[in-house]
């Protein structure tokens, strides 16, 4: 079995559980994911499954890709991943893995790339409090005084300000998976998961 499989995210919703409670959930579309590869611990030094997800168009993809992927079938796949897997002669190219690895109430974690907020100050990208509205402050969302005095006489490294945010790959650990629906290979879990909707996300079992 696969350690895990490539999605994408289409959105949050909520349900009802069996247990009456109400829990928040991020829908992912999972899956059916194809081998386009079979790493070995005697040709490649581990085992390992290459999984490709998505479809693109073939004047998108060079050649050497092409060929790559055209021994696991017709297809053109738009993302290319590795997972894991302890038996890797149970697979052979084209093979399909869905969404019916994960089962309800299982631990998985999901890597996924934030959403990008472009250039954002020191409030939005770090939570700063920002500074007095009132008696004619000029500070309201600066950052304020960032030296040392005389001595380091320089700015810190490391120091919180104004930059660059969002768009980093982020993990999410021990996400509870509330439903799995083969079917229209979706899977439901508990709680948010970082990224746009159709962002790509990394689902991965424990």
Not at 10 to 30: A, C, I, K, N, R
Request: proline share 6%; glycine share 14%.
């Amino acid at each position: 079995m696969s350690k895990g499989l490539i999605g994408k995210k289409l959105g949050m919703t909520s349900l009802f559980l069996q247990d009456g409670s109400y829990v928040p959930v991020t829908v992912l579309e999972v899956g059916p994911c194809t081998v386009t590869q079979v790493k070995t611990a005697a040709t490649d030094g581990y085992n390992a499954l290459q999984l490709g997800f998505g479809n693109k168009k073939a004047k998108r993809v060079n050649r050497p890709r092409q060929g790559h992927m055209k021994k696991a079938g017709d297809k053109l796949f738009s993302i290319l991943r590795e997972f894991p897997v302890e038996n890797p002669e149970n697979f052979e190219l084209g093979h399909e893995v869905n969404v019916s690895i994960f089962d309800i109430g299982e631990s998985v974690s999901v890597t996924g790339t934030t959403k990008g907020r472009g250039f954002s100050g020191v409030v939005k990208r770090h939570g700063f409090r920002g500074g007095k509205s009132s008696h004619g402050s000029t500070s309201k969302r600066v950052p304020g005084s960032i030296g040392t005095s005389a001595w380091p006489s320089r700015v810190t490294k490391g120091k919180k300000m104004p930059g660059h945010y969002g768009v980093d790959r982020k993990t999410i650990k021990n996400l509870k998976v509330v439903d799995v629906r083969p079917e229209q290979n979706l899977l439901l879990i508990k709680g948010a998961i970082p990224g746009p909707p159709s962002g790509t996300v990394l689902i991965k079992k424990k």
